[in-house]
């Protein structure tokens, strides 16, 4: 009794979580807005099924309503490919005549009455041919990525990789089930609560929506890696960092790109904002001059100023977020050596 209800509620919590991030990307004001909800559709079909499951294993349910929920497998496909699209293609590309794809789904729905779910034979099928539907849908989005892996920002490309394994995932639980492979029918609401979970981590930990506004972006993946490598060399051999008045404009002038293609760059190959990305030469620059014979008598906010920063408590936030060690235990930890 009491590992039934251990797994009442951990399925019920991946439900609620999944009903959680629905809200959150329909009410999303920021970001790439259909894309979010895409991502919602996808997240409501699955969850449906998966509430389906969590009620049916402890209460029979109405074979009409299973149908209902079974129908809304046959939206997440489309919606899965609709979420890849939306957000690695230009927003005027997608058409309304896309919709059609959920044209089965529209049916299933309104032959829900009469469609069987009795266990038998033809019950067995139209649940089987739900789940090619779905089959079908998971290739064409594995295709879909396979295409653009070279010309996309890796970061969103890995994202999306991760939604798509996380259905395909469920797609393989429940096809097992339903072969009798896997004998725990409960067992795809159990992993779809992990997968949720995993999902909201990912989601805060990616910074998704951010890298969001450069899924059209026409600067390919070859493209970025060399203007970084332009912006690097820059850095590096005029130490334009040493300015503390260099801006993401003034370099981007210099390398005669857009703001916004820099920060791009920037954001997807370092996983720095720009201010981060120059402060981290700059406290390069500040390791050398805190040990160097020269400087031995400098004060810290000397080596601040002659470093770039604008003023000691930003050096010092800085220093420590890079290092570890204040700039002072750092100077300190060389002279004992």
Known sequence: MLQQGFILVLSCL???????????????????????????????GLTIRIG?????NYIEVDPRLRNLAISSILAVGPFLWFYGKALFEKQNTFSHRNYFHLLPFGLFVLCSPVIPNRGDFASYLAYGLVFVHLAVYLVICWSFIFKIRNDKSLQLLRWYQNIVIGVSVIWMLYVGILIRLIPFYILGAISFSFLMYLFSYLLLKRHIFALEKYGNSDIDRGTSKKLLQEVKTLLKQEEI?????????????????TSRELSQVVNENEQKNFSEFVNYYRIQKAKELLVSPEYVSEK??????????????SFNLAFKAETRLTPSQYRNQFKIA
């Open 14 to 44: 991946g439900v609620i979580q999944a009903l959680f991030l629905c809200f959150y990307l329909f009410t999303l004001k920021k970001g790439n807005k259909r894309a979010n909800q895409f991502l919602a559709f996808v997240l409501v």
């Open 241 to 257: 960092y040493l300015d503390a008045n260099v801006s993401l404009q003034s370099v981007a002038e210099k390398l005669s790109i």
């Open 52 to 56: 389906k499951s969590v009620f049916h």
């Open 300 to 313: 810290i906010a000397t080596i601040a100023y002659d470093c770039g920063f604008g003023n000691v408590t």
